[in-house]
């Protein structure tokens, strides 16, 4: 069965800083999907970042980017130049065709 | 364009009862997803529809059940509430297609069991 695996229960992080928060997955599939998603306190599921998993280059979307290690199974999220908005629960995801699986989240705490 | 919308908010119910939340996808979205969230923890997948048949299942009692309708909205259906039901219910759609497309999310159902 495809899990996926948050070792940091918490992060901290200075504002303006950059913070990396790391995520395992297991997996016997070829073709999957593997994203980040941000759930702040008002609790909804904001899609910060998408990895193909045949795509060697790694994703990036402004301040987010990952470092997607397919062989090793790895799926980091580097946040840049961290802000007080950042400051949320992170989760990491894996998605095949019919499955969807999430880790269970990094809480991010951003200090001013 | 309006995101996913569910309803209620919030919900309370007394155990053995029955709840039905509703989910309307982002318009031209033919996939609805059904997730569990108790708090502290990751979704768990309940469900994933495709026009308007059963496309995924995850490890949850024949006590969920869901449909999805010609509109593509859905119903999640639980019966004989425990209080280990309590969570967030979650509600994704996605673009035209079974592809693996990014799913978005709405703000969910919060059910309180007593």
């Known amino acids: 069965a495809q899990t996926v695996t948050q070792s940091q229960p918490e992060m901290s992080v200075q504002e303006a800083e950059t913070v990396t928060l790391s995520c395992t997955y297991d997996t016997s599939e070829s073709d999957y999907y593997l994203f980040w998603y941000k759930q702040p306190p008002s609790r909804q599921m904001i899609l910060v970042i998408r990895?193909?998993?045949?795509?060697?280059q790694n994703a990036t979307e402004n301040r987010f980017s990952v470092n997607f290690q397919k062989a090793a199974k790895s799926f980091s999220l580097k946040i840049s130049d961290s802000q007080l908005g950042d400051a949320a629960m992170y989760f990491c995801a894996y998605r095949s065709l019919n499955d969807m699986r999430f880790g269970a989240g990094t809480r991010l705490t951003v200090k001013p | 364009d309006a995101g996913v919308t569910q309803s209620p908010t919030h919900l309370i119910k007394t155990r053995g009862q029955h709840v039905t939340l509703r989910c309307s996808p982002i318009?031209?979205?033919?996939?609805v997803s059904w997730y569990q969230q108790v708090l502290g923890q990751g979704p768990q997948f309940i469900f994933q529809y495709y026009e308007k048949e059963e496309r995924g299942r995850g490890n949850f009692p024949d006590r969920f059940s869901a449909r999805q309708f010609p509109n593509y909205s859905s119903e999640l259906n639980v019966n004989a509430l425990l209080l280990g039901d309590s969570a967030l219910y979650l509600c994704?759609?996605?673009?035209?297609?079974?592809?693996?497309?990014?799913?978005?999310f709405g703000p969910g159902t919060r059910l309180t069991v007593t």
């Open positions: 994704a759609s996605s673009s035209p297609g079974q592809g693996v497309y990014e799913q978005y």
């Open positions: 318009s031209g979205h033919k996939s």
């Open positions: 990895q193909e998993a045949y795509k060697q």
